[in-house]
């Protein structure tokens, strides 16, 4: 997921960074890479303070991936806050880059995540890396409610459990999830 965000952050930073030039060159990479670690850390301290819901309908697409957003504003200002604090960026140029930036990294990494022709990257990926692998319970509760939404229930029992977990592994690799079927009795 990592990887992922990166990427995106190259992608899009190129005219919100790098074509800007409030931000001076030598802060490029610099910028880049806090855009990262703002967006991250912003999403797990969601997680964490226990502000699902609003992660959910991102997630699910019922809210537009806009500065109306109220995930987008609390990373486009944390993101922000950095940059004049890190930087010495001013508050307008500040705001500007990361107005530009956060939308479109979000968008396309929950519009990657939900594209079933964009192997390799699940939204499950994204709920993992934010609840570090540590199954958050008001993020699994999320998940166990909303979860055919954000489709993950594999089989269509209107539950997210482990017989969804053996589908998307048998749906991946095959051989595998026959495997752990026959060994979990499914």
């Known amino acids: 997921?990592?990887?992922?965000?990166?990427?995106?952050v190259n992608q899009f930073g190129n005219d919100a960074v790098v074509n800007n030039n409030a931000v001076p060159n030598e802060h490029n990479q610099a910028v880049l890479s806090e855009a990262n670690s703002s967006i991250m850390?912003?999403?797990?301290?969601?997680?964490?303070?226990g502000n699902v819901s609003d992660l959910v309908g991102l997630f699910q697409g019922n809210t537009a991936i806009d500065s109306s957003n109220p995930v987008v504003q609390q990373l486009t200002q944390k993101f922000s806050g950095n940059l004049g604090q890190k930087f010495g960026l001013s508050n307008e140029a500040s705001s500007g880059v990361a107005a530009s930036l956060i939308p479109k990294v979000l968008g396309s990494l929950i519009g990657n995540a939900k594209d079933p022709n964009h192997k390799g990257f699940e939204v499950s990926d994204i709920i993992n890396a934010i609840s570090n692998g540590q199954g958050n319970s008001g993020l699994m509760d999320a998940i166990s409610n909303y979860g055919g939404q954000l489709g993950l229930d594999q089989n269509g029992d209107g539950k997210v459990g482990m017989d969804d977990a053996i589908a998307a592994v048998s749906n991946k690799s095959?051989?595998?999830?026959?495997m752990l079927g026959k060994?979990?009795?499914?």
Not at 2 to 8: K, P
Not at 183 to 186: C, I, P, Q, S, V
Request: charged letters at 20%.
């Open 41 to 49: 850390d912003g999403l797990k301290g969601m997680v964490a303070n």
């Open 1 to 8: 997921m990592f990887e992922q965000l990166s990427e995106l």
């Open 183 to 186: 060994l979990f009795g499914k």
């Open 174 to 178: 095959g051989g595998l999830g026959g």
